[in-house]
């Protein structure tokens, strides 16, 4: 059965989904969903292992055809003098022949994330994992630094980790005021499909992450620098330009924020003083998402600090609630009212 090439790239990528989530009965769930026979998505799948798109492992499984590329930087070698280093001799030939919107975005986070090791880890070392299929690319950036939790946390005078990675999730935080803007992680991690950051024990995620990822970077129970994970579909929609126009103003600026509460803490925020630990620096936007996304209650300590003390304390800021569930809306309409 002959499709047009619309309907037959739609086949395609859904065989090359379901292989990716290591979905059971592939040919049945793929006839099943397009209406067409078992004969017809092997002979998808033939051409598709033709293509070196796919491997066969055995009788009804299969996976995807996966690149891997490593590579060891050095300071003491020139390796890290520029992050322009990275991009060019190690990156770029990776990334050249995907669509436009791509490349743009891989360009603006990995030259920002090479720019964090050049310029603020202290590092000796870098290294980069490239691992890329015909439907993404995945990266590793592993430097053996001054971690990038402890050193906001010791710059900033923070009382500890936590606080540091509760900063880093509203943005326009550095270092080095005089050189950096503070929006390369913020940004970079928005573009991304999945993207976190580990150090010091911890995880900064703005987007869902597989363990296993985390697992296979096997940095040993003695590792002090920082590793970023990035991954991206080669097929992403995703423009650069979007990402920064959904936290600008009319102007440009960088004014609007988004804060998961469930990313920072371990449990629901109960007390005045993990709100306020939320409310730092908050002054320097104009617009601030609370996202209550996966947590059931919250105290009212933190919902009367939050919603009432500071934003009568800042008029000008407009705090945003979101998703939240009966009980967080109730506390926060008891505290309002």
């Known amino acids: 059965m002959k499709f047009n090439a619309e309907k037959s790239n739609m086949i395609n990528m859904y065989i090359l989904e379901k292989i990716e989530q290591g979905s059971e009965s592939l040919s049945a769930s793929v006839a099943e969903a397009f209406g067409i026979s078992t004969n017809t998505v092997h002979s998808y799948l033939r051409r598709l292992q033709e293509q070196n798109i796919i491997v066969k492992e ?5 996976k995807l055809v996966t690149n891997s590329f490593e590579y060891q930087l050095k300071r003491s070698k020139g390796n890290l003098d520029s992050e322009t280093y990275a991009f060019d001799n190690c990156f770029e030939q990776h990334i050249k022949d995907l669509p436009e919107n791509i490349y743009r975005i891989w360009e603006y986070a990995f030259s920002e994330m090479i720019n964090n090791v050049v310029d603020h880890s202290a590092a000796e070392n870098l290294a980069i994992q490239i691992e890329q299929s015909y439907l993404y690319t995945k990266v590793f950036i592993i430097d053996n630094g001054v971690g990038i939790f402890k050193k906001i946390k010791e710059h900033f005078s923070l009382p500890g980790i936590d606080e540091a990675i509760c900063e880093l999730f509203k943005g326009k935080l550095t270092t080095d005021s005089s050189n950096h803007s503070g929006e390369g992680i913020f940004f970079s991690s928005k573009m991304m499909d999945r993207f976190f950051i580990y150090s010091s024990g911890r995880i900064f995620a703005t987007t869902k992450y597989n363990n296993d990822e985390i697992i296979n970077l096997d940095l040993g129970d003695s590792f002090n620098g920082t590793a970023v994970f990035m991954s991206l579909s080669n097929f992403s929609q995703r423009h650069a330009a979007d990402v920064f126009d ?9 004014t609007k924020t988004r804060i998961p509460l469930k990313n920072i803490f371990d449990t629901a925020p109960i007390s ?10 908050l002054d320097s936007f104009l617009e601030v998402e609370i996202d209550f996304d996966g947590l059931d209650w919250m105290g009212q300590g933190f919902a009367h600090q939050m919603f009432v003390v500071y934003q009568k304390a800042h008029p ?7 998703n939240m569930s009966e009980n967080v809306k109730k506390m926060y309409n008891h505290v309002i009212s």
Do not use: M
């Open 58 to 62: 055995k009788r009804g499984e299969y």
């Open 246 to 254: 959904q936290y600008a103003s009319v102007d440009g600026g960088f």
């Open 316 to 322: 000008d800021i407009k705090l945003i609630p979101t």
């Open 272 to 281: 005045r003083s993990q709100a306020k630990r939320v409310c730092n620096r």
